[in-house]
Every structure is written in structure tokens, then in C-alpha cells.
């Protein structure tokens, strides 16, 4: 496309654009939505109450959060994993993977293979 052809069709958005906006600032519902938002923002600030606050007022469910039930137990312990290495015969336990020996057997023989050591 030339540069001619790409000014010309964006010149022409432009113009729709404009038009659309025009279209929007006469729109009396937007004036009324517009005024409530300055008067609602200027009560706000006239009785030092936030957002949050008027939200919690108006909607007390809509803070909380459904995430997780409150009757729920303690999570489940992690399994004990013991890895015997082949040629050393040294034993290593642990619940994580982060163990020191651990890390050393994974870097130096792979994790694929260190993980074939569970027993």
C-alpha cells in the first residue's frame, strides 16, 4: 500500500471517528452519566469515603472471596523419599527436592536418572 493510500484511509478513520465523538458529546445519557460521576466523586471526597468503602456499603458480598471453604483441614504431608545412590551406596531422605546432595546427584547425573534412585 502507498503511503498516499495509508494517509487517505486513516484520514478517513479519523473523520469516523470525529463523528462517532460528535455523536457521543450530544448524547444526553452520557451528559447524565458524566454529571453523576463529577457529583458522586465530589460527595467521595466531601465525606472522605473511598471507593472501596462505598462498594462494601452498597454490596457487602462483593469483597469476599470464594476461593477456599473455611472448614477446610491442614494440607496433606509430603511423602518421605529416599534415593540410594548406585555407586556410593550414600542415602539421602528428604520431602523436597530442595536437598543439597540432592542437587549436587541432579546437576552432575541428570534429574532423569536421579529420580530412578527412589526407592
Do not use: C
Not at 451528559?31 to 454490596?59: A, T
Not at 509430603?78 to 523436597?96: A, L, M, S
Amino acid at each position: 500500500m502507498s503511503k498516499l493510500a495509508e494517509f487517505k484511509a486513516l484520514e478517513a478513520q479519523l473523520a469516523a471517528q470525529l463523528k462517532q465523538l460528535d455523536a457521543l458529546k450530544n448524547d444526553g445519557e452520557l451528559k447524565r452519566e458524566i454529571e453523576f460521576e463529577e457529583k458522586l466523586r465530589n460527595l467521595m471526597l466531601d465525606y472522605g469515603v473511598s471507593l472501596r468503602d462505598i462498594i462494601s456499603l452498597l454490596d457487602p458480598e462483593a469483597g469476599r472471596t470464594t476461593a477456599a471453604p473455611a472448614n477446610r483441614g491442614p494440607r496433606r504431608q509430603r511423602q518421605v523419599k529416599i534415593y540410594k545412590h548406585p555407586d556410593t551406596g550414600e542415602v539421602v531422605e528428604t520431602k523436597g527436592g530442595n536437598h543439597k546432595i540432592l542437587k549436587a546427584w541432579k546437576e552432575k547425573h541428570g534429574a532423569d536418572i536421579v529420580e530412578g534412585w527412589v526407592k
